[in-house]
């Protein structure tokens, strides 16, 4: 088996726990010299938007969501994006390598069942891109994931955001609808995206959530 990243053999030693155990081996599907270029968030965060800081408290940017909406998100992203992550994302989602999704996959499906949510929501994508990139890149990581399709985009097609300035991405309209037969009243909301970046998306997804009747919305992406 190759890295998915590098391309590179991977090597696997079993031990005395695989042997007993065989049925339960995960094998490594990249190798450690590319799992050191991913940067994971520790605890010290913003207990907002994830934010990697010393301070346990929110940062400047929740804070005006706090005063906008009258609550805050609680979110939280398991990898920093840099270098590494882009270059990860670059490959899974803007070519199309519907392999990469099992870089993340098991840790991220750990995280979310860590969240004990009601439901699990994932943020949609544009008819226009599952049927140019044959797949939503927030789906890929969730196979296995009992998940709730109670948010739908407005619009057939978008500009991409990773397209646009900050200032272009927070100034976005809201994008989604909610489906008819959507029950979320007094439910806890778990809204799965693939990156933080300002958050507006994310924002833009739970205010409509809040206004279903959810008892509580909060998040997590894969990186922030």
Same mark, same amino acid.
């Given at each position: ?14 031990? &005395? ?11 490594? %599907? ?51 994006? !840099? ?11 803007? !070519? ?24 699990? %929501?994932? &943020? ?11 797949? !939503? ?41 909610? @489906? ?8 806890? @909301?778990?809204? @799965? ?24 919305? &909060? ?6």
């Amino acid at each position: 088996m190759k890295c998915l990243i590098c391309k590179k053999a991977l090597t696997y030693r079993l031990t &005395i726990k695989d042997l007993l155990w065989p049925d339960k081996i995960s094998f490594p %599907v990249i190798c450690p010299q590319c799992q050191q270029g991913f940067a994971k968030i520790g605890a010290g965060r913003c207990p907002g938007c994830g934010r990697p800081k010393e301070a346990a408290m929110l940062c400047a940017e929740c804070q005006a969501w706090q005063e906008k909406y009258g609550w805050h998100l609680k979110h939280r992203a398991l990898y920093r994006y !840099n270098d590494a992550m882009k270059a990860f994302m670059q490959q899974y989602k803007f !070519n199309g390598d519907y392999m990469m999704r099992h870089v993340f996959h098991d840790e991220f499906v750990q995280a979310i069942q860590a969240a004990k949510a009601d439901r699990v %929501v994932p &943020i949609p994508v544009t008819p226009t891109t599952m049927k140019t990139r044959g797949f !939503n890149q927030v789906g890929g990581l969730l196979t296995g994931v009992k998940i709730t399709e109670c948010l739908q985009t407005r619009q057939k097609s978008k500009q991409a955001q990773s397209k646009k300035t900050r200032q272009e991405r927070l100034a976005t309209k809201q994008p989604f609808c909610l @489906v008819d037969d959507c029950q979320l009243v007094d439910q806890t @909301v778990l809204l @799965v995206d693939d990156v933080y970046t300002t958050g507006r998306t994310l924002y833009h997804a739970a205010a409509l959530i809040h206004k279903a009747g959810a008892r509580e919305v &909060i998040s997590i992406s894969l990186a922030r």
